[in-house]
Each structure stands twice: as C-alpha cells, then as structure tokens.
Nanobody, 126 residues
C-alpha cells in the first residue's frame, strides 16, 4: 500500500522557519518524483517545489526560491521541505505527492500525481 505522510506543520511568526517531512512507503522511492503543493482557503492548489529522486534535480516556485529548500533522504524514504523567512502568504495546507512519470513540463500539474498525503497546515502570523 502506498502511503505518504506529512508532518512538521504548525503556527509560526513571520520570518520564522519550519521543516516539513514527507515519509513515503509502498513504492520504489528512487524511481519517483516528490512534489510539494499548497492550497490556501479560496485559492487553487499550487506547486511549491519538486525533487526527482532519481537524480536529485530540484525545482521551486519563483516566490519561494531562496527561502525554501527541498531535499531527500533516500535511506529514509523521506523528502523534506525547509521553509525559511516565512511570510503570511505562505499560509496554506501543504501536501506532498508522488509520481513516477513527472517531467519538468508536468511537475506543477497536480493532476499528474498518482499519490497524495493527507496534508499538514502551515500558518504564518504577521
């Protein structure tokens, strides 16, 4: 059974940091890309960052470049999203997703991902 379990969300003041984790099981981790998405109330789900576990290539939404870092611990089948310099606009439910066929052209398309976690809430206060 495929499972993605997010953790690490919480309430933080603007300028603070959080580290989200996405623990994966039930599939060959190295063959998949893991994406982080977020969705704020009343807004569409948007891709934040993605990592291809096969070669470590990473991608970021422009608005988080320089503030967020994604990396994978392949030994633990876990992907992390370090979030620094958080701003209130980062407030959202954050989800990780996995798929084997993701390319640079499709990585921001949430409907391309086969597997999803349950989400973790990030709230940034001003």
């Amino acid at each position: 059974e495929v499972q993605l379990v997010e953790s690490g969300g919480g309430l933080v003041q603007a300028g603070g940091s959080l580290r989200l984790s996405c623990a994966a099981s039930g599939f060959t981790f190295d063959d998949y890309a893991i994406g982080w998405f977020r969705q704020a109330p009343g807004k569409e789900r948007e891709g934040v960052s993605c990592i291809k576990n096969s070669d470590g290539t990473t991608y970021y939404l422009d608005s988080v470049k320089g503030r967020f870092t994604i990396f994978a611990d392949n030994a633990k089948n876990t992907v992390y999203l370090h979030m620094n310099s958080l701003i209130p606009e980062d407030t959202a439910a954050y989800y990780c997703a996995a798929d084997k066929r993701i390319t640079e052209a499709t990585m921001w398309n949430f409907d391309e991902y086969d597997y999803w976690g349950q989400g973790t809430q990030v709230t940034v206060s001003s």
